[in-house]
């Protein structure tokens, strides 16, 4: 979350680079992922977004996503962003289930039962 924060308080700063990596809502209060605009004067702006929003990713983007960004590097930015954002957000409630299992041998009596120990 940190680094999140940073990135995108660097890339709002200056030309509003963000724009590449925030996503937006229309006016049914729908989010949409970014998307490069239509005009060419506009999507050379967007070109040029994407290139600095990649680097300043690839400078700061410790050895845990090395080789997502390695693999990626040529992909859109939103997508490598996503895929990012995907490594830190586990949706298996069985990982979910078992780090609460864990904690709770670490915690409880070996005569107390899991239940007791929740009450």
């Known amino acids: 979350m940190k680094w999140e924060i ?26 949409h992922d970014p998307a490069p605009p ?8 967007w070109d040029k977004s994407e290139r600095i929003a990649m680097g300043i990713i ?34 298996d409630t069985s990982l979910h289930h078992e780090a609460w299992m864990q904690m709770f041998a670490i915690c409880k009596k070996p005569t107390e039962t899991y239940v007791d120990y929740y009450r």
């Open 38 to 45: 239509t005009d060419q004067d506009e999507c050379k702006a």
């Open 58 to 91: 690839m400078a700061t983007v410790s050895n845990l996503h090395l080789e997502l960004i390695h693999r990626m590097s040529e992909e859109p930015v939103w997508d490598v962003w996503k895929a990012i954002e995907g490594q830190h957000q586990q949706q």
């Open 6 to 31: 940073q990135v995108r308080a660097y890339l709002t700063g200056a030309a509003d680079h963000v724009r590449v990596i925030q996503r937006t809502r229309d006016s049914d209060g729908k989010y």
